[in-house]
């Protein structure tokens, strides 16, 4: 996957303040909400859920919100009516970029995204646009053993039924897949003792561009303002991050 790397978010994201990441219990809640609607409230049966669970306690999000998030998407707390979309558009230099939304309402949504690629010198754009850049893939980031090289790593992968590999460095290594096979992969490769930093289905682009530095500079400002939207769930971009 030369380019793409999930390593270099999940950095970017660990760098941020507390504050910038402060609503992300709220994301994971609404996340939770879509899941128990769609596949019920029992991770053991609903597979999206017991990933969005995983993500919640990796975030370091306490058992009662999770609980609690868990009983109120399927009616026990009241009644929750989210709806789940996916927003297309252009950032600065030409950067194409997805957002999966989740809202209760799509009208305020739809033009808060609007300004923030509007001001960004970019556009909102209909659906189409810019998706067929992108690939849906299940996404495994792990943290090697020590005595472990890149051929134990990929032969692991490889016997977990992935489809690629990537060394992203410092002992980072990114497994991609198929949707359907990303538990199988992160319990494959969880067996083995590695440890499992991220487990998600994202839009992977197929190719990635570079910016000049004044174009990155305003597309990391409206990346961290999509990012910083509690409607925006997850913002996929081909942009390859410094």
């Known amino acids: 996957m030369s380019g ?3 390593w270099a978010t999940i950095k970017r ?4 303040t507390d504050a910038a990441r402060g609503n992300v219990f709220t994301k994971i809640g609404r996340e939770i909400a879509i ?5 019920g409230p029992d ?13 919640a306690r990796a975030n370091n999000m306490p058992n009662d919100n999770i609980q609690r998030s868990i009983k109120k998407a399927s009616g026990e707390l009241g009644q929750v009516n989210y709806e789940e979309l996916v927003y297309e558009g252009y950032g600065p230099g030409g950067s194409a970029v997805m957002c999966d939304i ?13 300004h923030i690629l509007d001001k960004a010198g970019g556009s909102l754009a209909g659906p189409g646009s810019v998706s067929y850049l992108f690939t849906r893939k299940a996404v495994v980031v792990i943290e090697a053993q020590k005595d472990m ?14 489809d690629d590999v990537s060394n992203d460095g410092e002992g980072i290594f990114t497994v991609y897949g198929q949707v359907p096979k990303l538990q199988q992969i992160k319990q494959t490769l969880e067996k083995s003792n ?3 930093l991220s487990a998600e289905i994202e839009q992977v682009p197929n190719d990635t561009i570079t910016l000049d530095d004044s174009k990155y500079e305003s597309f990391e400002k409206m ?13 996929y971009h081909n942009v390859e991050l410094k």
């Open 13 to 16: 994201d660990k760098a941020k």
């Open 149 to 162: 090289s890149e051929d134990d790593i990929t032969m692991l992968a490889l016997e977990a039924d992935a």
């Open 35 to 39: 899941a128990v609607k769609n596949g």
């Open 4 to 6: 793409h790397s999930k």
């Open 102 to 114: 989740v809202t209760d309402n799509k009208n305020r949504t739809s033009s808060d995204i609007r």
């Open 223 to 235: 990346l961290d303002k999509l990012e910083e939207n509690d409607d925006v769930q997850n913002v």
């Open 43 to 55: 991770p053991a049966n609903n597979p999206r859920l017991a990933t969005v669970v995983a993500k």
């Open 194 to 196: 590695l440890k499992i």
